[in-house]
């Protein structure tokens, strides 16, 4: 028996592995990851200068307040004399030092984005507040970086790669591979007529893992349709149970206002629902014509207590492969690898909608638009759910869907309400020529 206890222990660590790798990899995001790039471009009698870049390549998946935290350990006794555009969370012991101050001496420094309204110490690509645009929503805004100078050190040393890269982003979830050597960074100068090589060059990749974020489940699904009364509701306990939800610690019903104790705390407070999800997203069929259909999608913020600035939303759906107008988000189709259905990404315009609010007394905060989906004739049908989506994610993390078999049904003996349509057509032309024929 004890034979048998090694093989199992060691095949339980395999299929853990493997299970963590599988959950790293997502389909409808399959290169996404956070790229950190250390580039030396200049050196020092006992160091070296750097931009440290983090760069955000995940389709869908945004940094958001309160930002990125990016750590590390010095493979020597190094110090960071001096940073630019960011800063180092502590100083760390420096009594070594008797006529400079290096800005940090800390084993293994925490460094924090500036704010926005810095106006000291800032570079290119900083002071962001440690927000980070997903990839697919504006590249522009998907990087940041900052300067560092590294010292004491050796001379004529080529400096050492940082060790056990960590990013919280804003909190865990991310994993990252050894700080390694790679191709030297090149831009252009002169207008581009000049090609320039940074000396030296690092880089590591971190993946997101929601296996390793241990997040609770962030919001749900509610279905309804215009050829069936009822509302498929969020499925009760989609963010965990009243009793057990541990990051809920008090709801209010709805029409009710924060009380003054609630206010102050730090803790979300969220509308009483079944479901407990500080966001729902409710998508509704709307209209059926001959060519296309409608549908309308709304989110809703149920949250009292934040705002999600720079929101997104992914929807996995059969019909995004034909002509989509969208009125009031912005959108765009994603690349995917092994889904059949297309993948449909939504955030909001810039000063209109990008902010979705948190809730209040008179209404719960809400962003709304119509979809209009060309049918295409050989596959369109409203039978077995094909009107609803597959998958929808908020922020990068997995909406609780209803199961299939609570989906909006078709009316009794209606396989296709096209078919509907036309008969109710035709009974108005036949009334309308025995009128005519009367007359």
Same mark, same amino acid.
């Given at each position: ?89 502590q100083m760390g012991n420096c009594s ?66 940082? $060790?056990?890269? @960590? ?6 979830? !991310? %994993?990252?591979?050894? /700080?390694?050597?790679?191709? +030297? ?111 309308? $999608?709304?989110? @809703? ?6 705002? !999600? %600035?720079?929101?997104? /939303?992914?929807?996995?759906? +059969? ?46 905060g809400s962003v709304t638009t119509d ?69």
């Amino acid at each position: 028996m004890k034979s048998l206890v090694r093989p199992l222990l060691l095949m339980s660590a395999v299929f853990t592995t493997l299970n963590g790798l599988a959950d790293c990899y997502d389909p409808m995001d399959p290169n996404g990851n956070i790229t950190i790039t250390f580039d030396i471009y200049m050196w020092k009698d006992d160091g070296y200068m750097a931009r440290v870049t983090i760069q955000n390549y995940q389709l869908y998946r945004h940094v958001d307040k309160p930002g990125w935290q990016l750590g590390w350990t010095w493979a020597r006794d190094e110090v960071i004399w001096s940073i630019s555009g960011a800063y180092a969370t502590q100083m760390g012991n420096c009594s070594s030092f008797k006529d400079n101050i290096p800005h940090s001496c800390q084993k293994s420094p925490i460094i924090h984005d500036l704010p926005d309204s810095s106006r000291e110490d800032r570079s290119e690509y900083c002071c962001r507040d440690g927000v980070l645009s997903a990839w697919a929503v504006d590249p522009s805004k998907s990087l940041s970086s900052f300067d560092i100078q590294v010292g004491n050190l050796e001379h004529n040393t080529r400096g050492y790669p940082p $060790l056990n890269l @960590s990013l919280m982003a804003p909190g865990p979830g !991310y %994993s990252c591979s050894p /700080v390694v050597d790679a191709d +030297p960074t090149v831009s252009s100068d002169i207008g581009g007529r000049r090609e320039v090589q940074v000396f030296r060059t690092w880089k590591s990749t971190c993946v997101y893992s929601s296996f390793l974020a241990k997040q609770t489940p962030a919001c749900c699904v509610s279905l309804s349709s215009f050829y069936d009364p009822r509302i498929t509701s969020c499925p009760n306990c989609s963010c965990g149970c009243k009793e057990t939800a541990q990051k809920i610690e008090s709801c209010i019903s709805e029409g009710d206002e924060l009380s003054p104790s609630d206010a102050l705390l730090n803790s979300d407070i969220l509308q009483c629902t079944d479901h407990n999800c500080p966001i729902r997203v409710h998508w509704h069929v709307k209209n059926n014509y001959f060519k296309y259909w409608r549908v309308k $999608l709304t989110v @809703s913020n149920l949250n009292y207590k934040r705002n !999600y %600035s720079n929101w997104n /939303v992914l929807v996995q759906h +059969p019909g995004f492969s034909q002509n989509t107008t969208i009125y009031s988000f912005n959108s765009s189709l994603l690349p995917t690898v092994g889904i059949e259905d297309k993948i449909a990404l939504f955030w909001g315009i810039d000063y209109y909608n990008e902010k979705l609010l948190q809730a209040m007394k008179e209404q719960l905060g809400s962003v709304t638009t119509d979809v209009i989906l060309e049918k295409d004739l050989n596959s369109f049908t409203l039978k077995n759910g094909w009107a609803f989506p597959r998958k929808i994610y908020f922020n990068g993390e997995d909406c609780h869907m209803p199961l299939p078999d609570q989906f909006p049904k078709l009316p009794n003996g209606s396989s296709n309400l096209q078919a509907c349509t036309c008969l109710f057509t035709c009974i108005i032309t036949l009334c309308l020529v025995l009128l005519f024929a009367q007359v």
